[in-house]
């Protein structure tokens, strides 16, 4: 099998890495070689945050390149913008519908892009979910990334007993329930 | 055992350090290397610490070995520079006790200040150099260091990127097998690096480079993959991924250790293939040798950079003449890293920017401060460089010039190598402003404890060296202590301080807003009615504001921490401090 190239974007601080962990454990679980690159440290501060998940039978680099992704995961619609050129022609876009103004937006510098869902759907399949309604509705608006974690599942070649399954032994127990439904919320979503 | 694990490249070699027996490993924080230090903590068996500064850590890691013992230190590659000494005169007392030195390079700087090239500094101080190629190589490949460096009698570098410290990839677990101890022998000739010492040393020295570089050819770390023999690659580390990903049929001559090279393998290697590219991130360290011996078919910064990282792309256009062409979508505003909402740090510069004060910086979050909405930070060199380099501009302009300027440092940087800095200030009769921005952490690298906050990286709770005290020792009267989000008191305080002929200290204290454990019972919550648009609130540049359509000002209260800074700049009252949830 040539391998699955999944980006997830988002804003420093929004939870990509421990998604990007996520979805790797869950390749791992499942027979895959798995590769996985992430940014630490300034680059964390805020700033614009991409992660790497490839899985296949033999995986070489731990990057995806521009024009490689199968799977682009946004956690917020600038940064799906910003990294539109990274998929493939049959690339899918899952994006979390949300606005988190960059300091050069706050600041006057540069304006926030209108209509950024429709330039994403003009170019590829693009799944919108309003993430953060459903985290809020669930009194957890910081699980907001499992949500769309869900709504990209079916994206993606794993049955959901996996999913579940992955989910419950990695997120600290005590928040297992909650983030189920968060999943299950984010799966419902996308058909 | 035979469990396979995901694990983060850092990971792996603290896994690797595990398995090879280490019993001592010291090290100073520093992306991307951090991670092996903390991943190598948890292990019960393994004495692990955080050490004020690099050439303190790779010190400490000598004596262990010195002692009989496996050890390690780690640190980035500026660590480095900062571990020279001890560095260039282990190689030349080499080893009882394998010592590995673990550093981490940062191609395409993701949070560096340069882009050196750890294998120049390794072949200036003679030391062996290995490098893996992902994180099962880099347990591999970490375990077998300690081997090479008890056989040849010498301290081992390895050394990582970014892109592999940070990259997670499957590792088979072994277990823990530590070598007896060995005993301890007086032997002055090796360890007493006087002249006459030394000189005979240096001879040991060359000779071992010289057998490590024959017999590096035999070693299961350098390995020649011949398959189409039309075009062939040298390389190392990450980018041996890349080619495999862009060439999987080209034939590779993979190095593990790159410093010394094995020259017939790399002659025979060169005279196999037609083409042949050196394939290798950052300085022409291969290359260059290469060409010196009179390959002059090899093929490399010509056409590769030497800035940045590379990937597999780099290789589909200049070797594979593909054309890709990916345009990034355009009027998309770039988002650039801030300091986080209720930092102390953004309090204290719009302090020094409504003063009018001119910042010497350092090394930390804080260096955030060099950019726009606050832009006071006009200097960044290196940890420790903010207090010493306005030591340099006082004595080199007068003390009156110093008057609108102060340095600027955390409290881990001040501990790493500011204190030394400030005693050169003390001792000279500066009459400069020095601010610690003591935010209780080393918060950049992802909160690390250091000898002022009174935790050890095993987590043990210890006396905490205190930073005003440790001033007040140097002779400095003028030293205060302002919680960093105090607007009025801290720019009542820098005002004094800097027009006072005098060395002063200005502790700013303020815990990281990211800090664990740290709890926020208020929030700050604009009241529309009272709001004059003026946006004052707003210079700062925290995240957690925005101005509405109508020119009001929001607060996001899942972002804010109320650390009340735009409370303090608003003159007509219109935010309110409000307990959480309600």
């Known amino acids: 099998m040539e391998s699955r190239n999944i980006m997830i974007v988002g804003v420093g601080g929004q939870g990509t890495l421990l998604t ?37 039978e033999k995986v070489a680099e731990p990057i995806v390149e521009e024009g490689q992704a199968d799977v682009l995961i946004a956690f917020e619609r600038l940064e799906a913008l910003r990294y539109l050129h990274f998929l493939k022609k049959d690339g899918v876009i899952v994006v979390n519908d949300w606005r988190i103004d960059p300091i050069t937006v706050v600041t006057g510098a540069a304006s926030y892009p209108e209509g950024i869902l429709e330039r994403l759907r003009e170019s590829h399949p693009t799944i919108a979910v309003k993430a953060m309604d459903e985290a809020k509705k669930l009194g957890t608006p910081k699980a907001f990334n499992v949500v769309v974690l869900g709504a990209a599942a079916r994206h993606m070649s794993f049955s959901k007993e996996q999913w579940i399954h992955v989910i419950e032994t990695t997120v600290p127990p005590k928040t297992v329930e909650i983030n189920l439904r968060a999943f299950e919320a984010g799966y419902s979503l996308s058909v | 055992m035979s469990e396979t694990k995901i694990l983060l490249g850092n990971e792996a070699i603290a896994r690797g350090a595990y398995e090879a027996g280490v019993k001592v490993s010291s090290a100073y924080p520093g992306t991307p290397s951090t991670e092996v230090s903390e991943a190598l903590a948890k ?25 009989g013992v496996r050890s390690m230190c780690a640190m980035k590659h500026v660590g480095l520079n900062v571990a020279a000494d001890p560095l260039y005169t282990a190689a030349y007392t080499g080893v009882r006790g394998g010592m590995v030195l673990v550093v981490a390079d940062d191609p395409g700087m993701y949070s560096s200040q340069n882009e050196q090239d750890t294998r120049m500094v390794a072949r200036a101080a003679m030391v062996p150099v290995i490098e893996p190629s992902d994180s099962s190589e880099a347990k591999e490949f970490m375990k077998y260091a300690y081997t090479l460096s008890e056989q040849y009698d010498t301290p081992v570098i390895l050394r990582t990127t970014t892109r592999l410290s940070h990259s997670q990839g499957l590792v088979s677990l072994e277990d823990r097998c530590v070598p007896e101890d060995r005993p301890y022998e007086r032997d002055a000739a090796k360890y007493v690096m006087m002249p006459g010492n030394a000189i005979r040393r240096h001879v040991v020295v060359e000779e071992r480079l010289k057998k490590l570089a024959e017999d590096a050819c035999g070693l299961f770390l350098n390995r020649a993959e011949y398959r189409d023999l039309s075009v062939g690659f040298i390389t190392c580390g990450i980018a041996y991924q890349y080619v495999r990903e862009a060439m999987p049929e080209a034939s590779v001559l993979k190095l593990g250790l790159v410093n010394p090279l094995p020259r017939k393998l790399i002659e025979e290697f060169a005279a196999k293939v037609d083409r042949l590219y050196i394939f290798e991130e950052l300085e022409p360290v291969i290359e260059e040798q290469v060409k010196a011996w009179g390959i002059s078919k090899a093929v ?33 505003p770039p988002r650039p890293p801030i300091l986080c909402p209720g930092c102390p740090h953004r309090s204290v510069f719009t302090a020094l920017k409504k003063l009018k004060i001119r910042a010497a910086g350092d090394i930390g979050c804080y260096t955030l401060g060099a950019v726009a909405p606050l832009g006071v930070i006009d200097t960044t060199i290196c940890m420790g460089a903010s207090i010493s380099t306005l030591h340099g501009m006082e004595k080199a302009k007068g003390k009156d010039y110093v008057k609108d300027w102060v340095a600027v440092i955390g409290d881990s940087t001040f501990m790493h190598t500011g204190v030394n800095s400030l005693m050169n200030m003390a001792y000279n009769q500066a009459t400069g402003t020095v601010i610690i921005l003591d935010n209780s952490t080393t918060g950049m690298t992802g909160h690390q404890d250091h000898a002022a906050t009174g935790k050890t990286l095993k987590g043990e709770i210890v006396p905490a060296i205190s930073i005003p005290a440790l001033c007040r020792a140097m002779g400095i009267s003028h030293v205060r202590e302002v919680s960093a989000f105090d607007q ?40 529309t009615e009272k709001c004059k648009k003026c946006g004052a609130c707003l210079k700062p540049g925290c995240p957690a504001l925005t101005r509405r359509e109508d020119g009001t000002i929001a607060i996001d209260e899942t972002m804010c921490n109320g650390c009340t800074l735009c409370m303090q700049l608003c003159k007509f009252d219109a935010i309110k401090l409000v307990k959480a949830g309600e």
């Open chain 1, 20 to 56: 990007s962990r996520i979805l790797g454990k869950l390749a791992t679980e499942a027979g895959y070689d798995v590769k996985l690159s992430e940014v630490h440290g300034m680059a964390q501060r805020g700033g614009s945050v991409v992660t790497f998940v490839r899985y296949g």
């Open chain 2, 43 to 67: 292990y019960e068996e393994v004495y692990a610490e955080w050490a004020p500064n690099e050439k303190v850590a790779t010190e400490v890691a000598l004596g262990a070995s010195i002692s």
């Open chain 2, 300 to 332: 490399g910064k010509e056409i590769f950079t030497i800035q940045g990282e590379y990937s597999a792309n780099l290789l589909r256009e200049r070797v594979l003449g593909e054309k890709l062409e990916f345009a990034p979508e355009k009027d998309v």
């Open chain 2, 488 to 527: 009025e008191e801290l720019e009542k305080v820098i005002r004094e301080e800097t027009q006072a002929d005098a060395l002063s200290v200005i502790i700013a204290e303020a815990p990281c807003a990211l800090l664990k454990g740290m709890v926020f019972p208020n929030k700050c919550r604009p009241d």
